[in-house]
């Protein structure tokens, strides 16, 4: 029987804590994965290999009896010494000829999320060889369930596990005004048209979901999700807080002295807002219920602060002059 000398395929030493092993066993498998090297014959061989030689050295038990008897420890494993374990060297044809059975490892969560980040599009292969995560992979996808067993060519047995898609999401942009009134996205799937409701009271960060529309689920399973993430463009007029706008307004200094009135723009048009005589520069008037909609009940809505901004005038003619320095003069004299 040939010997195989695992701590060499992972290249450690034979006092490598777990620690050591487990580190080694994920760059290795990283760099020969055969999805990795689609263009190499032998990287399935080389990965193969790797997975074995874990195998044993991530078991006590196994490391202990690999240790003890060398090249005889799988003879001593079928012989009845220990369960059946992970045995890659038994993937070929076998004395007789025929394909030899082997029992599959299942890898945990921590092995598949530490060695490629929880997920990629990994091929059959791997997918067998593990049996899915058995946790969500990132964007929501759910654990992978067992629906049932298989057979690859070659003889070996493995358990196809049913998983969610993943969800996908995609950043629109909208203006203020379709951030008021609600609006929709038109995007293209696999030739499809899918036109997507943006809610009126949408904020930066808002996600709307479209069921069903992420990735295709495994061996059956469900399909991921679609979220639109919204980013709401900044009006050049209006200052967003939540659900509430903030809004300078001009005026002009014989208003804000002697009172009168000052159009305030809101979202869906303009109103008159009562200045009253001596109104000082940046005082802030409410308007109720002329903010944005709220999110979860549209039919309410924030409020509008107009904050007032006094225009000086400019470029006084000589009466103008005349009339303000009569003005300060009566100023003083008032005091």
């Known amino acids: 029987m040939e010997y195989k000398d695992y701590y060499d395929r992972l290249g450690v030493s034979k006092d490598a804590d777990q620690a050591e092993i487990r580190r080694a066993f994920r760059r290795l498998a990283r760099e020969h994965h055969p999805d990795v090297n689609p263009n190499d014959p032998d990287a399935e061989?080389?990965?193969?290999?790797?997975?074995?030689?874990?195998?044993?050295?991530?078991?006590?038990?196994?490391?202990?009896?690999?240790?003890?008897?060398?090249?005889?420890?799988?003879?001593?494993?079928?012989?009845?010494g220990g369960p059946g374990g992970f045995d890659w060297g038994q993937w070929t044809t076998g004395a007789t000829g025929g394909p030899q059975r082997v029992h599959v490892r299942q890898g945990t969560p921590e092995d598949l999320e530490d060695l490629f980040g929880g997920g990629g599009p990994f091929s059959?292969?791997?997918?067998?060889?593990?049996?899915?995560?058995?946790?969500?992979?990132?964007?929501g996808a759910a654990p992978g369930r067992a629906t049932g067993t298989g057979r690859r060519p070659g003889g070996f047995d493995y358990q196809v596990r049913q998983r969610r898609g993943r969800d996908y999401e995609q950043e629109v942009d909208v203006s203020l005004q379709e951030a008021y009134a609600g609006t929709t996205r038109v995007i293209s799937k696999n030739g499809r048209r899918l036109e997507v409701k943006i809610p009126p009271g949408?904020?930066?960060?808002?996600?709307?979901?479209?069921?069903?529309?992420?990735?295709?689920?495994?061996?059956?399973?469900?399909?991921?999700?679609?979220?639109?993430?919204?980013?709401?463009?900044?009006?050049?007029q209006f200052e967003r807080d939540g659900d509430d706008l903030r809004i300078n307004v001009p005026v002009d200094l014989y208003t804000a002295v002697l009172g009168g009135e000052a159009r305030v723009p809101t979202i869906e048009g303009s109103v008159m807002l009562t200045i009253p005589p001596g109104t000082e520069n940046g005082k802030v008037f409410r308007l109720r219920g002329m903010g944005?909609?709220?999110?979860?009940?549209?039919?309410?809505?924030?409020?509008?602060?107009?904050?007032?901004?006094?225009?000086?005038?400019?470029?006084?003619s000589e009466r103008e002059r005349e009339l303000f320095d009569e003005l300060r003069k009566l100023a003083g004299g008032s005091r």
Do not use: C
């Not at 899915?132 to 990132?138: F, L, N, V």
């Not at 709307?208 to 009006?235: S, W």
């Not at 944005?292 to 470029?315: S, T």
């Open 45 to 80: 061989e080389r990965f193969k290999e790797i997975n074995e030689a874990y195998e044993v050295l991530s078991d006590p038990e196994k490391r202990q009896k690999y240790d003890r008897l060398g090249a005889d420890w799988r003879q001593y494993e079928r012989a009845g």
């Open 124 to 139: 059959d292969f791997f997918t067998q060889i593990f049996g899915g995560t058995g946790g969500a992979a990132p964007g």
């Open 202 to 236: 949408a904020r930066t960060g808002t996600r709307v979901r479209v069921t069903g529309e992420g990735g295709a689920g495994a061996a059956g399973g469900e399909a991921g999700d679609l979220y639109l993430r919204v980013n709401v463009r900044g009006g050049r």
């Open 292 to 316: 944005m909609p709220r999110l979860r009940n549209p039919e309410e809505h924030g409020d509008l602060y107009a904050e007032v901004d006094v225009e000086l005038p400019k470029d006084l």
